[in-house]
T-cell receptor
Framework: DGGITQSPKYLFRKEGQNVTLSCEQN?????MYWYRQDPGQGLRLIYY???????QKGDIAEGYSVSREKKESFPLTVTSAQKNPTAFYLC?????????????FGEGSRLTVL | AQSVSQHNHHVILSEAASLELGCNYS??????LFWYVQYPGQHLQLLLK??????LVKGIKGFEAEFIKSKFSFNLRKPSVQWSDTAEYFC???????????FGQGTTLQVKP
């Protein structure tokens, strides 16, 4: 089945450690996105990529890093510089055609910092 | 910078009541507008979208939304809600031809049987 796979579903991290969240899509979509979902704050954009080897910062990029070496993959690294990393992280992809592309979401990864 | 505001954070309705969820955005140029829904324990999924043409758009499950450009609004409506509409609803805006999709804070809808 075509879709977006995020892993791991649950992750625990000690303070001071970096952690990488995986996002893979087999929809042949050009654009990929990372959002952070916190209660009462909706989804906030961390990074997005419209094409391979290119990505842009979203509204809350500080403390995060990404790479887009392959069309199918857009991993997110939560670094120790992120002050409040405990959250639910959502990856999405889109055809990216024009400005009307619908986003398709993964199931999310819940990160807890101990 | 573009932003999206949803006025109602938590709405409680009885079955068969009418629903209207407000959404306003700030951006002066061309926009594409979306409503997404997240049912308990499920993925976010698209409810409806507007990108051009008729400002009244119809989505799945009897939902509709009206784009009023002069008011920078894209309110979601449903004439008669069902218990199965209990979910969180997100308005989202994509400005111009950027790849950036910005979401509102979300509205939790609880429908009482």
């Amino acid at each position: 089945d075509g879709g977006i796979t995020q892993s791991p579903k649950y992750l625990f991290r000690k303070e001071g450690q970096n952690v990488t969240l995986s996002c893979e899509q087999n929809l042949n979509h050009d654009a990929m996105y990372w959002y952070r979902q916190d209660p009462g704050q909706g989804l906030r954009l961390i990074y997005y990529s419209q094409i391979v080897n290119d990505f842009q910062k979203g509204d809350i990029a500080e403390g995060y890093s990404v790479s887009r070496e392959k069309k199918e993959s857009f991993p997110l690294t939560v670094t120790s510089a992120q002050k409040n990393p405990t959250a639910f992280y959502l990856c999405a992809s889109s055809t990216g055609q024009g400005a009307a592309g619908e986003l398709f979401f993964g199931e999310g990864s819940r990160l807890t910092v101990l | 910078a573009q932003s999206v505001s949803q006025h109602n954070h938590h709405v409680i309705l009885s079955e068969a009541a009418s629903l209207e969820l407000g959404c306003n955005y700030s951006y002066g140029g061309t926009v594409n507008l979306f409503w997404y829904v997240q049912y308990p324990g499920q993925h976010l999924q698209l409810l409806l979208k507007y990108f051009s043409g008729d400002p009244l758009v119809k989505g799945i499950k009897g939902f509709e939304a009206e784009f009023i450009k002069s008011k920078f609004s894209f309110n979601l409506r449903k004439p008669s809600v069902q218990w199965s509409d209990t979910a969180e609803y997100f308005c989202a805006v994509k400005a111009g031809n950027t790849g950036k999709l910005i979401f509102g804070q979300g509205t939790t809808l609880q429908v009482k049987p």
